[in-house]
């Protein structure tokens, strides 16, 4: 089936570590997106990448950092900068940035700061 | 700038009655508009999307919405409403056009009582 996945489905991190959060698709789609979900506040966007080796900073891009290597990943670090990181994130793909086309998302992660 | 709206945090309504879940928008231009659904701890579902055409759209679960451009309003209907539909909810907005990402709302909760 094609769809996008991330793992894992809970991740607790100790203040002032580093954790990286995976996002994989096979559904071929060329955009990728990263969110964060706070009660209350929607969806933020953190980072979003067009094309492979490229990306842009989101509204919310302080303290997290991406890479695009491969048009299937989009791995989003957490890093000890992120000063309140406990949220819900959410990864989605679309088959072109912008446009007509909706966004599919993945199951989420949520993490936790201990 | 582009902003959704969604006025109400919590709707209920009565199995078999009608429902409607609010949204507004503000965008320069010409909008996109979608609606999404989300189960607890899961990511978002894509219900359905105006692009052009009828103001009226019809999307997955026998939801719809009608896209009113006087009033800026892009609402969610359905004819007569299922406990499984008690969900959380989003709006969303894309300026038509634009290679900006989507603008959410901040969701409202939808109980759908026996």
């Known amino acids: 089936d094609g769809g996008i996945t991330q793992s894992p489905k809970y991740l607790f991190r100790k203040e002032g570590q580093n954790v990286t959060l995976s996002c994989e698709q096979n559904?071929?789609?060329?955009?990728m997106y990263w969110y964060r979900q706070d009660p209350g506040q929607g969806l933020r966007l953190i980072y979003y990448s067009q094309i492979v080796n490229d990306f842009q900073k989101g509204d919310i891009a302080e303290g997290y950092s991406v890479s695009r290597e491969k048009k299937e990943s989009f791995p989003l670090t957490v890093t000890s900068a992120q000063k309140n990181p406990t949220a819900f994130y959410l990864c989605a793909s679309s088959r072109e940035p912008g446009g007509r086309t909706e966004a599919f998302f993945g199951q989420g992660t949520r993490l936790t700061v201990v | 700038a582009q902003s959704v709206a969604q006025p109400e945090d919590q709707v209920n309504v009565a199995e078999g009655n009608p429902l409607t879940v609010k949204c507004t928008y503000s965008v320069s231009g010409n909008p996109y508009l979608f609606w999404y659904v989300q189960y607890p701890n899961r990511g978002l579902q894509f219900l359905l999307k105006y692009i052009t055409g009828d103001n009226l759209v019809k999307g997955s679960y026998g939801f719809e919405a009608e896209f009113n451009k006087s009033q800026t309003s892009f609402h969610l209907k359905k004819p007569s409403a299922l406990v499984s539909d008690s969900a959380l909810y989003f709006c969303a907005v894309r300026r038509s056009g634009s290679a900006r990402q989507l603008t959410f709302g901040s969701g409202t909760q939808l109980t759908v009582l026996p």
């Open positions: 559904l071929n789609h060329d955009a």
